[in-house]
């Protein structure tokens, strides 16, 4: 069995190689340039990027900007197109930089002689030196000449990139989907579970407050209600009388009446009552 994979990965690495050694610079429609060489700090520093998309145009090939809207058929297939960059090699006294092209598959295809400058304001030596490598790529007189191999290659490549690209929009559609009805789900048992507190008449019309548990905390005198902040609400006092509190700071009372606790109080001369949730 491993033999048989072995013999299987050397005939596919024979077939590729013999695939890319019949290929040229001819074979490849479009040079994508970078908005930045790593040599440089900026963007675009000197317009070195701007002066390499112009020379490799002026050289017969169909230069673009990295990240710009690209043709349809190289959006479509994008081993029509070749990835270039300039590097530099530090020398004394001179500035030397050389092309590279990759396709799409980082394989090198295309390797300059450096050009040389020894100019030694960099604007003007990083010019020179561009100018001067360029010079090599156009004794080549590139013409395109498309390559059945490439592009049936590349296109088997777009497709599962494509089938790809759609089972990962799928993907997040159906987790969107799982999100919203997980939330729903929440929102459905929230609801349940509210305590619904029935209206008391007594004196004043009860008002019923929200299902927010009180929880009680034992202090000398009596206790202390907390919510689950935990935040202090109420601060009760024992009476003479079971279940029955005076409330700290505030002209109230909290008593039990059968199975819920109230808490009235006075606002002007109207005296109100609410029913409260009360863990002791």
């Given at each position: 069995m491993k033999i048989k994979l072995l013999l299987?990965?050397?005939f596919f690495l024979l077939i590729s190689t013999n695939i890319f050694s019949q290929t040229s610079l001819n074979?490849?429609?479009?040079v994508i340039v970078p908005d930045k060489f790593d040599f440089l700090n900026e963007k675009n520093q000197y317009r070195i990027n701007e002066l390499a998309e112009f020379l490799f145009n002026k050289y017969g090939f169909t230069a673009l900007t990295e990240g710009e809207d690209y043709p349809e058929d190289l959006t479509n297939n994008r081993?029509?197109?070749?990835?270039?960059?300039?590097?530099?090699?530090?020398k004394m006294f001179k500035t030397r930089l050389k092309i590279e092209l990759k396709d799409c598959n980082d394989?090198?295809?295309y390797v300059s002689n450096y050009g040389e400058s020894r100019e030694k304001e960099y604007?003007?030596?990083?010019v020179e030196a561009v100018r001067a490598t360029f010079k090599h790529l156009e004794a080549l007189n590139y013409a395109y000449e498309p390559n059945t191999q490439i592009t049936s290659i590349s296109t088997s490549t777009t497709t599962n990139q494509n089938s790809n690209n759609t089972k990962f929009v799928q993907?997040?559609?159906?987790?969107k989907e799982e999100i919203e009805n997980l939330k729903k789900e929440k929102t459905e048992v929230i609801k349940a579970q509210e305590v619904i507190v029935p209206e008391i008449k007594e004196k004043e019309e009860t008002k019923v407050v929200a299902s927010n548990v009180l929880y009680a905390q034992e202090?000398?005198?009596?206790?202390?209600?907390v919510d689950s902040s935990p935040k202090v609400v109420y601060k009760i006092k024992n009476t003479g009388l079971n279940d029955v509190f005076l409330v700290e700071n505030k002209s109230a009372i909290i008593y039990k009446k059968e199975d819920k606790w109230?808490?009235?109080?006075?606002?002007?001369?109207?005296?109100?009552?609410e029913v409260l949730n009360i863990k002791f």
């Open positions: 299987s990965g050397i074979n490849y429609k479009y081993c029509l197109g070749l990835k270039s960059d300039l590097l530099k090699e530090s394989r090198l295809v604007e003007t030596a990083y993907e997040i559609k159906d987790l202090t000398s005198n009596g206790f202390q209600l109230i808490i009235e109080f006075y606002s002007g001369d109207s005296l109100k009552s």
